[in-house]
């Protein structure tokens, strides 16, 4: 089953990407703030993290930093999942080596799952669930 | 003036007349000298002389010569034939000896004197010897015989006849000459008359005549000479005088006229005067009384004058407490940069050890030449704001304006106000605008994300729970009213960016085929909802690629094929694009309920839903902000969006251009 870890302080949020992801059968882990986040990267090597940009303690582009610099975690695909409509913020992302940066608000969770299982069919392709 | 001609006539006639009495006087010393100094006369004496002698030996042969009686005979042929010769003697000598040989003579006294010096001389010398003797002329002439003198004869030619007739002649010569010279004065004193004195004469009486007061007398002299002009202009002289004359009687007259009436009003005042006078007495009868009045109204006045201080006095202190009152600093300087008034603000804000005014200076040398603008006294001096200036940590906004004084006659600068603004708040405030708003829109954002998603889940993955279709509606009433308001906060945070100048576009090479293709696609969820196609229409062929911002131009897209979408029930809905010279035109076609004229003007306004049509707009729903925004984001990009046409019920053909990418045009 494909772990997919969602970085996100707001509950709200994070309870619901984790539901859905939940109903497309993907197994979910979250963490409330950056800092656990890059914990649980490092522990639980997940195959793909869905990262906020604004959190407390750590933001979601210092952990971004932390991922790229460990060779242990690079390899791990991340996507910005914010409210942060700006072009700098996602270019800034995008330029650190997050591979897609999504606007949460744009997108049904539906879509947001498809987005994911796009990416994921370039990196891990047997293992990704069929697109209902 | 007259104009005077250099008519010489005068002078032409002196100049002859002098010229013939010089030609006169000097033909008669000439012949006078010539006849008395004698050369023609003494030649005349001695070719008598000669001539007789020649003919004595032509008429008498030689070998004959001592024969008295001949020569006595020759002589008296002589004497009788030539009257001039008075004594006619022949003295023939031995040449060896010198003796007398031969002595006859016409007259007999002669005979036997001794031979004259001449004769001898004569004959010594053989040669011919005059001497001239008073009354009396000696001719000797040696007598040559075979080349031999044989003796001499000498004639003696008595000279007093000629003389006498010489004498005569030369008397009459001289007695003409007089003549001539005295008729000559005569005429040059008659033409001096004629041309000087008379005319003179007239011109002197006429002007003796203009002097005693006839100023009507004028000169008549006929001639074109120096006279005749100068009689011209003593007319004319006497015509200008005489107008003169005229008109200065004239005004004489007037003026005479005019004292009279003086006189006349002097007369009047005199008598008024007089009255006057009586009055004036009066008069001073009530100064006493009015000195007393006067008394009254001066300590009045000092009343009125502490008044007047105390009311300046309080609008001056009403004037400071309104200047130090407010919150901005004032400042009056004059053009010679003396600082008028000044508040306590001011001093706060700007003040320094190196006075206020050098100090703000400095802070504004960046900004402005200050001290120029100070005492520059040009009145059509503009009044200047200077914004941002930094000081202390603080931001202030400085307004600068002169202070015109308009008099009646022109309008003068006479210093300027400068009055500064602590605008530090306003600044922050304006500076952390931006955050705010990406803030602001992500707070916003979140939870409508949530409500927009969790309905989502619960319309798709609670279907089955959801069996009362009522309940069904509510909720996905409540996703799409948060999907809305999304759509709203984003319109309002571009709006936002787009207005302020924030929004950056970039300027990349961009396949309009893909970026067409790919708003389509996204748009597939919605047109199927309403069982609409929207058709690309191209050419295979055809590459548009334009130069512009990728995503700006999908929201363009987004913004037009979605409105086309809401607008549209039934027919279809196209994209196709044109490219001229510089540009690609993308057209987005509809068959919906078009536009209404009264609308189409509002198009491409801010709200222009909300607008016109607040109280009557459909259910479309949205901010109205879509097409103002596509509008600034196509210009941001160097393109233009209209509306190509519109037909009420019928649809209607949008466009936007946008410039062609580098690349491809070339």
């Known amino acids: 089953m494909i772990k997919i870890l969602i970085i996100e302080d707001d509950p709200l949020m994070s309870r619901m990407y984790q539901k859905i992801f939940n109903l497309e059968g993907y197994e979910v882990d979250t963490a409330e703030n950056g800092e656990v986040g890059l914990d649980k990267i490092r522990t639980g090597k997940p195959d793909m993290v869905l990262l906020d940009v604004m959190m407390p303690k750590m933001n979601g582009l210092e952990v971004l930093d932390k991922v790229e610099l460990d060779p242990e975690t690079k390899k791990i695909p991340i996507v910005m999942l914010t409210n942060l409509a700006g072009e700098k913020d996602a270019e800034l992302a995008l330029s650190k080596g997050a591979v897609k940066y999504i606007i949460k608000s744009e997108y049904e969770p539906k879509q947001v799952v498809n987005m994911v299982k796009e990416i994921l069919a370039g990196y891990t392709r047997d293992a990704v669930p069929p697109t209902v | ?666």
């Open chain 2, 1 to 666: 003036m007259v104009e005077i001609k250099a008519k010489r006539s005068i002078l032409h006639k002196i100049v002859i007349v002098v010229l013939l009495m010089s030609m006169v006087v000097f033909a008669n010393i000439g012949i006078t000298y010539n006849l008395t100094h004698g050369g023609i006369i003494e030649e005349l004496y001695k070719e008598l002389a000669k001539s007789v002698a020649t003919s004595l030996e032509s008429s008498i042969n030689l070998e004959e010569i001592h024969d008295e009686a001949k020569l006595q005979n020759y002589i008296n042929k002589t004497m009788y034939s030539n009257y001039a010769v008075r004594e006619l003697s022949i003295l023939i000598f031995d040449g060896e000896k010198n003796d007398l040989q031969v002595d006859v003579s016409s007259n007999s006294q002669l005979v036997g004197s001794k031979p004259s010096e001449i004769s001898q001389t004569a004959f010594k010398n053989k040669e011919l010897k005059i001497d001239r003797q008073p009354e009396c002329i000696f001719v000797a002439t040696p007598i040559s015989v075979n080349g031999e003198i044989v003796g001499v004869y000498e004639i003696r030619l008595s000279t007093v006849a000629l003389d006498e007739k010489y004498k005569k002649q030369l008397f009459t010569v001289f007695a003409g000459s007089i003549l001539v010279i005295l008729i000559l004065t005569v005429f040059l004193y008659l033409t001096a008359y004629r041309y000087f004195v008379k005319p003179i004469g007239i011109l002197l009486d006429g002007a003796k005549k203009i002097a005693d007061g006839d100023f009507t007398q004028r000169v008549k002299i006929n001639s074109n000479d120096e006279m005749g002009l100068l009689a011209d202009s003593f007319n004319k002289s006497a015509d200008i005088i005489y107008t003169a004359y005229r008109d200065m009687e004239h005004k004489v007259e007037e003026r005479v006229m005019e004292l009279k009436e003086t006189l006349e009003v002097s007369k009047k005042q005199n008598v008024l005067l007089e009255r006057n006078k009586v009055a004036m007495i009066n008069l001073l009868d009530d100064q006493k009384k009015l000195e007393a009045d006067l008394k009254k109204e001066k300590e009045g006045i000092e009343e009125k004058v502490k008044e007047r201080t105390r009311q300046v006095e309080e609008e001056k202190a009403k004037l400071s407490a309104a200047i130090d009152g407010i919150s901005a600093g004032l400042m009056l300087i004059d053009v010679k940069e003396r600082i008028l008034t000044i508040n306590e603000q001011m001093n706060q804000m700007f003040g320094g050890e190196s006075g206020i005014y050098n100090n703000l200076q400095n802070i504004l040398s960046e900004k402005i030449d200050l001290k120029e603008y100070v005492i520059s006294q040009d009145a059509e001096q503009k009044a200047r704001v200077i914004d941002s200036v930094e000081y202390n940590g603080k931001i202030y906004q400085l307004y600068l304006s002169p202070v015109i004084v308009n008099t009646v006659d022109n309008k003068k600068n006479i210093g300027i106000t400068i009055l500064a603004q602590d605008v530090t708040e306003a600044k922050i405030a304006e500076r952390s605008k931006d955050e705010f708003f990406s803030i602001a829109s992500h707070e916003l954002r979140t939870p409508l994300t949530a409500i927009r998603g969790n309905t989502s889940m619960i319309l798709e993955y609670y279907a089955d729970k959801l069996k009362d279709e009522e309940l069904k509606n509510m909720i996905s009433d409540v996703h799409d009213s948060s999907v809305r308001l999304i759509e709203i906060v984003n319109d309002f945070l571009n709006l936002s960016r787009l207005e302020q100048g924030k929004m950056i576009f970039k300027k990349e090479e961009i396949n309009m085929n893909e970026v067409v293709s790919e708003t389509i696609g996204e748009l597939s969820i919605a047109s199927t909802e309403k069982q609409l196609k929207i058709e690309f229409v191209k050419k295979d062929e055809d590459v548009f690629k334009v130069a512009g911002d990728k995503d700006k131009v999908k929201q363009i897209l987004f913004n037009l094929l979605g409105n086309s979408l809401k607008f549209t029930d039934k027919g279809f809905i196209s994209v196709y694009m044109k490219q001229s010279d510089d540009f690609v035109k993308v057209f987005i076609e509809d068959t919906g309920r078009g536009i209404s004229l009264s609308q189409q003007n509002i198009l491409f306004h801010k709200f222009q839903q909300a607008g016109q049509s607040l109280f009557t707009r459909d259910t479309t729903g949205g901010t109205g902000l879509g097409l103002y925004i596509s509008k600034l984001m196509v210009e941001g990009m160097g393109g233009q969006i209209v509306l190509e046409k519109s037909e009420e019920n019928k649809g209607s053909v949008f466009s936007f251009s946008l410039p062609i990418a580098q690349s491809k045009k070339n």
